[in-house]
């Protein structure tokens, strides 16, 4: 890896040195081939809304990746990446970190301190607003503090949020699974496609010249 590469820096693990790295050399090779930016942006969409979903699993049917350590380690790396979508623009990589969200909130609990202190209400207002109750129960009872000793948070909130999923469950509506779905479908239509590709300033193949079929290419 070159000193000047986006994941050069120290403190960075091998793994979020290679998601950004490939993610740089995908994002050039798409602007070597000339790939419209509506579809790139589209594409980064959906890699960290994959990246998101799988973090995001993983933390909470592992107990081994929900501990203050790898919050640590996850949020390093988090941070990392929501560098490298600055410095390549939102008109390169779109909103790609709003795709982030539920794994940013995540590890912001894990690494947050004094967690017995925290009320119910600071926890889903402000600290993990997207997050559903479910979500929460699973983060505060698979928690544990590797590096400090730390407990997560108190019984009465772990108590509230048990009453808040019975009571979600008599809900014809409410959905108790805690973990994320991950969206396979394409998020753009052949309709948009058409409305946004632009030939303008993209050299065509010289072997194509002369027949009528790509006339307009010239």
């Known amino acids: 890896r070159g000193q000047g590469g986006p994941a050069s820096r120290g403190g960075v693990g091998k793994d979020w040195t290679q998601i950004i790295n490939s993610s740089q050399s995908l994002l050039q090779l798409l602007k070597d081939t000339h790939v419209p930016k509506f579809l790139v942006r589209k594409l980064f969409k959906q890699v960290f809304a994959f990246i998101n979903v799988q973090l995001f699993n993983q933390l909470l049917l592992r107990r081994e990746c929900c501990s203050f350590s790898n919050g640590e380690y996850v949020k390093t790396g988090l941070a990392e990446l ?3 979508i600055h410095v390549s623009k939102p008109d390169n990589v779109g909103t790609s970190l709003e795709e982030l969200k539920q794994i940013r909130q995540a590890v912001s609990f894990l690494v947050i301190h004094q967690k017995p202190k925290k009320s119910l209400e600071e926890i889903t207002n402000d600290l993990c607003p997207i997050l559903s109750v479910q979500q929460l129960y699973r983060i505060s009872t698979m928690y544990w503090d590797d ?4 407990e ?3 019984g009465e909130v772990l108590g509230r949020m048990k009453r808040m999923m019975v009571e979600d469950s008599h809900s014809s509506n409410s959905n108790t699974s805690f973990l994320l779905d991950d969206d396979p ?3 753009f239509s052949w309709d948009q496609v058409e409305m946004k590709i ?5 050299p ?3 072997s194509l010249r002369g027949q009528p079929s790509f006339d307009f290419l010239f």
């Open 198 to 202: 632009e030939m303008k300033g993209i």
């Open 82 to 84: 929501e560098n490298w």
């Open 147 to 150: 590096k400090y000793g730390t």
């Open 152 to 154: 997560t948070v108190s």
């Open 204 to 206: 065509a193949p010289d």
């Open 185 to 187: 479908s394409v998020p």
